[in-house]
Nanobody
Framework: VQLVESGGGLVHPGGSLRLSCVAS????????MSWYRQAPGKERELVATITSADGTKYDLDSVKGRFTISRDVAKDTVYLEMNNLKPDDTGVYYCKDRWGRITHDYWGQGTQVTVSS
């Protein structure tokens, strides 16, 4: 099982980024997949989830209307489209199956997002 996140970078406030997470060793179609983030000095928090039925849920009020989670099951890839980025969105972003059924304690390397002027 492997998760490889990419797409992060340095962006000005108001900018956009699209994060990708490629899964290998399992089929994401069978699992709810989530994006998490960890800001400097803070605990990792759940950002958004897409279910196996393509339902979506945004767990942070601060990202609603700005972030969109999606997936391509043919590519075993989960995306996080982030618009109107704010400095508080800064952190390392990770993806994972929502309940850890397949990844257990494993986390990918994450992708760094920095929002700064």
């Amino acid at each position: 099982v492997q998760l490889v996140e990419s797409g992060g970078g340095l962006v000005h406030p108001g900018g956009s980024l699209r994060l990708s997470c490629v899964a290998s060793g399992f089929a994401i179609r069978e699992y709810a997949m989530s994006w998490y983030r960890q800001a400097p000095g803070k605990e990792r928090e759940l950002v958004a989830t897409i279910t196996s039925a393509d339902g979506t849920k945004y767990d942070l009020d601060s990202v609603k209307g700005r972030f969109t989670i999606s997936r391509d099951v043919a590519k075993d890839t989960v995306y996080l489209e982030m618009n109107n980025l704010k400095p508080d969105d800064t952190g390392v972003y990770y993806c994972k199956d929502r309940w850890g059924r397949i990844t257990h304690d494993y986390w990918g390397q994450g992708t760094q997002v920095t929002v700064s002027s």
